[in-house]
């Protein structure tokens, strides 16, 4: 059981990239570990069900492109949740975007150009519990309000968003 606990704890910390798109890996979505089941088919897709993460593919041994369905599957996932975030604290904000982009980024979750009204969210962040997503999108569509992390910054937070510190702490968890 420690053994099992050890193992699941390293995989959910390894890189995609480090991954070998077998059936047994742990794969994060939202918060909660999937293991994967690597299914060979003809009809080439991703599947969350019955508790796993399913890749259908035609040639199980192919790594990059169970790589490219499982990260396009990501994709559309950020896109929806990122999404339903947006329009929950697009109304507290009441500014408009001019653009949102979902993009892979090694040392941020988010960043937003408050002049362009641009705002880039990490596609790892899919991973992540749905109350974390929340809490990087509205630190983003606050920077349409308030450029820097001044004091005004954090009070606008605290009075939308009393428990963002909770949401922090578990995101960078």
């Not at 193992?7 to 480090?18: G, K, L, N, Q, Y």
């Not at 077998?22 to 009809?43: A, T």
């Amino acid at each position: 059981d420690w053994i099992d606990k050890k193992i699941a704890f390293f995989d959910t910390h390894r890189d995609m990239s480090e991954k070998e798109y077998v059936s047994g890996e742990n794969f994060c979505y939202l918060g909660r570990n999937y293991r994967l089941k690597v299914i060979e088919s003809q009809e080439e897709s991703v599947k969350l069900q019955r508790g796993y993460l399913q890749i259908f593919v035609k040639n199980p041994a192919n790594i990059p492109k169970k790589k490219r369905l499982l990260k396009e599957w990501y994709f559309v996932k950020a896109e929806q949740h990122f999404q339903k975030a947006i329009k929950k604290y697009q109304v507290i904000v009441k500014k408009e975007i001019a653009y949102i982009r979902i993009r892979e980024m090694k040392t941020r979750w988010g960043s937003c150009n408050p002049a362009k009204g641009y705002i880039n969210l990490n596609l790892k962040l899919i991973e992540k519990p749905t109350e974390c997503i929340e809490y990087v999108v509205f630190h983003e569509l606050a920077h349409l309000i308030h450029a820097d992390h001044s004091v005004k910054f954090y009070n606008y937070l605290n009075l939308f968003m009393p428990d963002w510190k909770k949401r922090k702490g578990r995101l960078e968890k």
